[in-house]
């Protein structure tokens, strides 16, 4: 119908290797149920060496350019915060190795984990504006703290693809948004560290806060209510963190925090995200696409999405999802990516953690690792080079 907008497709990639939390565990002698249950994260995706944001999000949107053409892609976001360059947009390269017409406007979003929905909320401006345009938001990262440090076990690496347009397939973006804005500093990456720096317990504390300040907005903007919702979509550094984040919301609406209610809500939103480890900004559409790639159907029911991104900034807003969605699905891709990774060892890992660029200006090709479609080949002369296989 008029003037309805959304997700109209969704599909994710992630990286060639993969490491088990055993093999980190053993490592640094932490007891297992930490990872398993305490943060609730089995593995993590880990780059090759020439995989990078901008063939993750290849990988991604590809799908959605073969299955709906690109005649009416005229805008490309591409949100993140692992970013390659300083002034060039991630997705000027993607959209090259896509493909794309000449005819459409590429830029780069940043707000630490919460870019990628901006460029939702941007993305349903412009369809509002021009009804005939789809336009293709990609979250892209990879997550990176400091070797033998607890952010360590929390890494990892994907990219989600969304195409947003009118009469969306899969999800309808409905009613108001719930805002917070807060000047914080639990976790940043200054422009010459590699590694995120993060302050874990401030980190926890902050994103509460913004949990209960979009609540709390919502609710003065004239959203749904609390049992409206059939499952909450958060942001997840770390499985257990959605747990925290809904158990929370519960408090602060007077309402009953029983682990069985809790894991109702969210339980299903989880499973990616525990086996994928951070992907930052795609880490809250990871959580909707194992939500809508899970067995019940949702058809018609409403969906809470709680967008957070540290320093902070973060939304809550409501997806309905379309009777037929299920149709439209990419389970058995996603679930492919996800199974298509080559472990690691512990050291094998190590050495692609430390793995850096000389930054002479010389040329400096990347070793071969990965077997997906685009390989990010090396520099020459500082310039980055990519090709599809
Ligand atoms: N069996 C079961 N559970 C165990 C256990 C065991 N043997 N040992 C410990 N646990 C539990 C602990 O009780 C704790 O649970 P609760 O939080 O429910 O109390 C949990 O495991 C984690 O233990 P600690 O808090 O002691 O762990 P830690 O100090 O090593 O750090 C962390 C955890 C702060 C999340 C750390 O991994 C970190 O700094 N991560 C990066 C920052 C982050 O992800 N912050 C999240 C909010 S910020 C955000 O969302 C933006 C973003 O993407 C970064």
């Known amino acids: 119908g008029d003037g309805v907008i959304g997700i109209h497709d969704l599909s994710f990639a992630t990286t060639e290797f993969v490491l088990p939390h055993t093999a980190l565990a053993a490592h640094n002698g932490t007891e297992i149920g930490k990872y398993h249950h305490g943060i609730g994260q089995r593995s993590m995706s880990v780059a090759a060496a020439d995989e990078d944001i901008v063939t993750l999000g290849a990988a991604a949107a590809e799908p959605l350019t073969v299955r709906h053409g690109t005649d009416r892609i005229r805008t490309v976001v591409l949100a993140t915060e692992s970013s390659i360059d300083q ?18 406007r590429v830029v780069e979003l940043k707000q630490a984990c919460y870019g990628a929905t901006a460029a939702v909320q941007f993305a349903i401006g412009l369809v509002h504006r021009d009804p005939a345009q789809q336009v293709l938001v990609i979250a892209s990262d990879v997550s990176k703290y400091e070797l033998d440090s607890p952010g360590e076990a929390t890494q990892g690496a994907a990219a989600v693809a969304l195409l947003v347009g009118t009469d969306p397939a899969l999800v309808r973006i409905d009613g108001p948004s719930g805002l917070f804005t807060a000047d914080v500093m639990d976790f940043w990456r ?17 994103y509460l806060q913004a949990v209960e300040g979009t609540w709390k907005d919502y609710t003065e903007q004239g959203g749904h209510p609390l049992d409206e919702f059939s499952a909450f979509c958060y942001h997840q550094p770390f499985t257990r963190m959605a747990h925290k984040a809904h158990r929370h919301l519960l408090n602060t609406c007077g309402q009953d925090t029983d682990e069985a209610g809790i894991n109702r809500a969210v339980g299903r939103t989880t499973a990616y995200n525990a086996v994928i480890g951070n992907s930052y900004t795609a880490s809250v559409y990871l959580g909707l696409a194992a939500l809508l790639d899970q067995a019940d159907d949702l058809s018609g029911r409403s969906v809470g999405l709680l967008s957070y991104g540290s320093g902070s900034v973060a939304e809550f807003f409501a997806g309905r999802v379309v009777p037929g ?30 793995w850096s660029f000389p ?25 980055r080079v990519y090709e599809r296989r």
Not at 88 to 104: D, E, M
Not at 327 to 349: I, K
């Open 359 to 383: 930054t002479d200006g010389s040329n400096h090709p990347t070793p071969a690792q990965s077997t997906g479609s685009f390989r990010f080949a090396g520099l020459r002369g500082h310039k």
């Open 325 to 354: 969605y299920r149709e439209h699905l990419r389970t058995e891709a996603h679930r492919a990516a996800v199974d298509r990774r080559r472990t690691l060892d512990y050291a094998a890992y190590r050495e692609l953690h430390e």
């Open 190 to 206: 200054p422009n010459y560290r590699d590694a995120a720096l993060v302050d874990g317990q401030e980190s926890i504390a902050a």
């Open 87 to 104: 002034a060039k947009s991630a997705g000027v390269y993607v959209h090259s190795l896509l493909g794309l017409p000449s005819a459409t």
